[in-house]
């Protein structure tokens, strides 16, 4: 799975942004898409995760702020981005995998998103 992040930017600390990441792959409605963060000096950490059937998961710094969608008609996967802080600063990465692999395999180039505060 070929992978294309992109809407990163520059936003200032309560501003919103979307992030998309375009998917080609034939089984997109049943490939569990997720978006991963990595800040500076630090892991990449899981952001949120949706699977084909939309249910979705995240992780608690960003509940409540955050929202991960998906589009199968157009094999495309969202992150609506609101109320950001300066601690969102990150390089968002997209991931993929099918519901019979256990790790996200399929990685996109990732897109920068940095919050000014």
């Known amino acids: 799975v070929q992978l294309q992040a992109s809407g990163g930017g520059l936003v200032q600390a309560g501003g919103s942004l979307r992030l998309s990441c375009a998917a080609s792959?034939?089984?997109?409605?049943?490939?569990?898409m997720a978006w991963y963060c990595q800040a500076p000096e630090k892991q990449r950490e899981l952001v949120a995760t949706?699977?084909?059937?939309?249910?979705?998961n995240y992780a608690e710094p960003v509940k409540g702020r955050f929202t991960i969608s998906r589009d199968n008609a157009k094999n495309t996967v969202y992150l609506q981005m609101n109320s950001l802080k300066p601690e969102d600063t990150a390089v968002y990465y997209c991931?993929?995998?099918?519901?019979?692999?256990?790790?996200?395999?399929?990685w996109g180039q990732g897109t920068q998103v940095t919050v000014s505060s």
């Open positions: 991931a993929a995998r099918n519901p019979f692999q256990t790790d996200f395999g399929s």
């Open positions: 792959t034939s089984i997109f409605s049943i490939t569990i």
């Open positions: 949706i699977t084909g059937g939309g249910s979705t």
